[in-house]
């Protein structure tokens, strides 16, 4: 859009008139031209696409092919194969439909109607769709109108437009009609042009519309954020890490038994078989499944606290965020101007106890507007401009009995840049004439009478110093009004009454959250399109803006190379009057320091950044379509303090995640044990035959229903207390880190070792029955279900109230249940090869399963010494 044209040369280019319009034959012909003015979204992937993605994963990759496989070799053994192809189905079920339920979830935040405009059409004045809308169309604008598209103004009578979802800046900005001769005009400084998205707060105009659609600036936003590709979360590439280890462990294990158990005795069919039992123990069949409840869950536990999550693995991302990147204007502020103080004899913070001249002085503020505050059935309605709305608010909040509120407004001298004051007069009933004149202090007190200049300008300088705006107001009364009335005569030999000073407040829940996010390792960055002492003033108060800090403007940052930004980025916590592509490089910046970066915002201007973060969360109430598009998160309540709540739940997720880890593999590697060192010792001891110690059937139903049940009870644990006192996770942390995969390997050979000693003793009881396997399956399956309450904390069991968790227990009962209905009902134990286990070989088998709390207790308890050392 070119600023430096005047307006007649817009029209004649897009061949239209100010007062006709375009005519409907016209507006046809440039709607099949150009097309309708709306965003085109990014084009979603076919549901099938979508569900053939969640078969990527490559232990399903495996699974699938020992499925397929073992049906070839062995079509009677078709059960296994069978369970596993159920197994992977359902895990790719869970993830679609968890997926299509946030996305409904965030279409319900959309707007059900699409805005209408006036607009000039065959010399008429019109009222259509916003997206009906073509270059060259005339609109009329008046306060309280969004903008449709991008224009040009004809003519604007005191118009000022709030363009804070495009540029961060959260004064209005006075809009002219003339041209701007300057070079590389940002969108700011573009007076005389108007931009989709923003909207009216005062006045009226006239515009030409210029642009529409993906053409204007949200569009040009929109486009750009089609060109990120999706990258994978810290959970994603730590789920792939764990599968590809899983994975060549599973292959080569699987090679080495095969080797072994052709040496043993060359019988093909039997050899695979044992190799395929041995792929079976050692992928986690149920991991994904289970990972992908848990992240439904922490979902659900999301949506109660007012989020809504679009990806599951965007909640633990969450969890390991270490910098959060917040845009100031609506989400850390309130984006609504509010009066904090006032001067009449003295500065004072605005309260319920003021002096019947203060509040009569707040009545005068509040008649010198344009603005309208109500009370509907939607809630508070405000119209007119941000600063007037937080006078009339002022007033409605602490004048009880208001004394002019009867008078008749009768003229106005409405204001403008160049006198810096607005006059309204009132006619009083003794006939005389009130006239009540608010603007900037350093005018009127060159216009009044009775000011103690020096007092005056200390206390705007004091209230200038924390970035709150100042304005004045005076009276005077005349006897009558002359017919040539004019700002001179009014405007003069005023009454000076006294100032108030408003800013666009923290919100008061924000200053704690950042508080508990500080103590949690996780740094707080201001980012904002508002003036540098506005964003200073507000970072202070919230203790984002610390000692040694430094606040930068956007010429500042662009000063900088990137190597200078890399290298100094710690010292920078505000950023301000910055275009979205700071915004962009600032996230990239950090996240080139390995920190798992956050962003939230609710402007079209913060979408960029908010697709580029790890994390992005836009606001549910305030924020635009576009921003809601580009994030992962959406909080619903607007509230800062939302984000602090779903790190506190991601982190939780992520413990949980790491506790099913580390029970499902120490049981995998557990059966892997088992049936490795079986065929070891098969060739090791010549002429001792020490047989397959567990079947694939009994692997499956271990994995699947044994450790299942426990697992999803696992996840579903409450978050540790001290979860936010730890800080974030280094971003390129090993899962196995910190101990989990030591652990892992020898709790998991301790579970083989007891599955093998009770497998000993059955085989060799009763070499020709399925004693042997069915002591070590019932040992397997006891020794998980007692060894999910080892997985509860790091703590003692005894300290870890192991009946708090209500599904962990009914998992134990059920889990127990299940294991002995089919070790006794007959066909069930002809399906599994099993055989009735007498009470002497059941109590073997579950005192060998009791053993492990023994063992790990006593694990725990060294470990705990050696730490206090």
Known sequence: MDAKKSFDEILKELETSVDAGLSSDEVALRIEKYGKNELVEKKKKPLIVKFFEQFKDFLVIILLIAAVVSILVDPHEWVESLIIFIVVLLNAILGLVQESKAEKSLEALKKLSTPFVRVIRNSETISIASNELVKGDIILVEAGNFIPADCRLIEAVNLSVDESALTGESVPVNKITEPIDKEDISMGDMKNSLFSSTFATYGHGKAVVVKTGMETEIGKIATSLMDFKETKTPLQEKLTQIGKVIGVLCVAICIIVFALEMLIEPDFIAAFKMAVALAVASIPEGLAAIVTVILAIGVEKMVKQKAIVKKLPAVETLGSASVICSDKTGTLTQNKMTVLKLFYNELKEISGDLSKEELEMLEFFSMCTDAIVEETDEGIKEIGDPTETALVTAKQRYVKKPVYSNLKRVYDLAFDSTRKMMSVVFEKKDGKYLVITKGAVDVLITRSLNVDKKKVLKATDEMASKALRVLAVAYKEMDFIPDDLDFEEVEKDLTFIGLVGMIDPARPEVKDAIEVASNAGIRTIMITGDYVATAKAIASELNILREGDIALSSQELNALSDDELFNNIEKYSVYARVAPSDKVRIVKAWQEKGEVVAMTGDGVNDSPALKQADIGCAMGITGTDVAKEAADVVLVDDNFKTIVSAVYYGRGIYANIKKVVRYLLSSNIGEV?????????SVLLIGVDFGIPLLAIHLLWVNLITDSLPAF??????????????????????FFANGLGFSIIWQGVMVGSLTLIAYVIGHFASPDTYLGQTMAFMTLSSVQLFHAFNMKSEQSIIKANIFKNKFLVGAFVLGMLLQLTICYVPFLADIFKLV????????????????????????KAFKSKIEKK
């Open 713 to 734: 009870a696992l996840g579903a644990e409450d978050p540790e207390p001290d979860v936010m006192s730890n800080k974030p996770r280094a971003k390129n942390e090993s």
């Open 836 to 859: 009735p286990l007498n009470l002497g070989y059941l109590l073997i088998c579950m005192g060998l399963s009791f053993s492990v709390i023994i063992i790990v207790e006593i694990a």
């Open 673 to 681: 044990f088992t049936i490795f060192v079986a065929s070891l010792l």
